[in-house]
């Protein structure tokens, strides 16, 4: 599955780049490049969603759920 976030990037006071996926809290990161950056911030939100995927089936496990897609518009 394949989402579309906004990222947001800024000089870092002491150097280089700061990022952070604006509707994902908890993905964050910095590094000497834009392209470094650009990432890392990819590996960070992929690692976000996984672990919060994993605490749901954790949650949920034995119970019975139905999964359906849900689109939203955001801004």
Same mark, same amino acid.
């Given at each position: 599955?394949?989402?579309?976030? !906004?990222?947001? &990037?800024?000089?870092?006071?002491?150097?280089? /780049?700061?990022? &952070? /996926?604006? @509707? *994902?809290?908890?993905?964050? !990161?910095?590094?000497?490049?834009?392209?470094? /950056?650009?990432?890392?911030?990819?590996?960070?939100?992929?690692?976000?969603?996984?672990?919060?995927?994993?605490? /749901?089936?954790?949650? *949920?496990?034995?119970?019975?759920?139905?999964? @359906?897609?849900?689109?939203?518009?955001?801004?």
């Amino acid at each position: 599955m394949q989402v579309e976030l !906004t990222a947001i &990037f800024s000089s870092a006071p002491e150097g280089g /780049v700061i990022a &952070f /996926v604006e @509707k *994902l809290p908890g993905a964050t !990161t910095q590094g000497e490049t834009l392209d470094d /950056v650009r990432a890392n911030l990819r590996e960070a939100a992929e690692l976000v969603i996984q672990a919060s995927r994993a605490l /749901v089936e954790e949650e *949920l496990a034995g119970a019975e759920v139905i999964r @359906k897609p849900l689109r939203v518009t955001a801004w």
